[in-house]
């Protein structure tokens, strides 16, 4: 066993390291598949509403936009977008797929959202953003 300790602390020559040095190994994030997608969501950022109407007409007309899904493809998605109703800030309302990043930050300001807010319950969106939960009793 002891022939088996004697490697612990010792240098030994790395098989890359020559190739690392000089700026030849290749990592991760050098490799650029073909036809990538970029997909990005678009979340909700308020306090509980309705969507009362979402356009994607514009964004999906524009050259570079491949797709955008929405509450009718929940199914596909695994019930991740929001639909008529939104409860919290960070919901997802939309994902648009599209071939390069220009044309992804263009969709997403291309998409139209309204929403009927919902009656407030009080102070209950304001304790809700920062975290206090309001049905338990204080910690002392």
């Known amino acids: 066993m002891k022939e088996y300790l004697d490697v612990i602390g010792k240098p030994f020559p790395s ?4 190739r690392k040095v000089r700026g030849a190994y290749k990592f991760a994030t050098d490799y650029y598949p073909q036809d ?3 997909v990005k969501p678009l979340v909700y950022g308020g306090d509980p509403a ?3 109407s979402l356009d994607v007409s514009n964004a999906l007309r524009l050259d570079g936009v491949v797709t955008i899904f929405t ?3 929940n199914k596909t998605l695994f019930d991740m977008l929001s639909r008529k109703d939104v409860q919290y800030t960070g919901r997802i309302i939309a994902v648009v797929c599209a071939s390069d990043m220009d044309s992804l930050k263009r969709g997403l300001d291309l998409v139209t959202v309204k929403y009927k807010a919902e009656k407030s319950a009080g102070r209950r969106s304001e304790k809700i953003e920062t975290g206090v939960k309001t049905d338990l009793p204080e910690n002392k």
């Open 36 to 38: 990538l997608l970029h």
């Open 15 to 18: 098989i890359t390291a020559s």
């Open 50 to 52: 309705e969507i009362e």
């Open 71 to 73: 509450e009718k493809d």
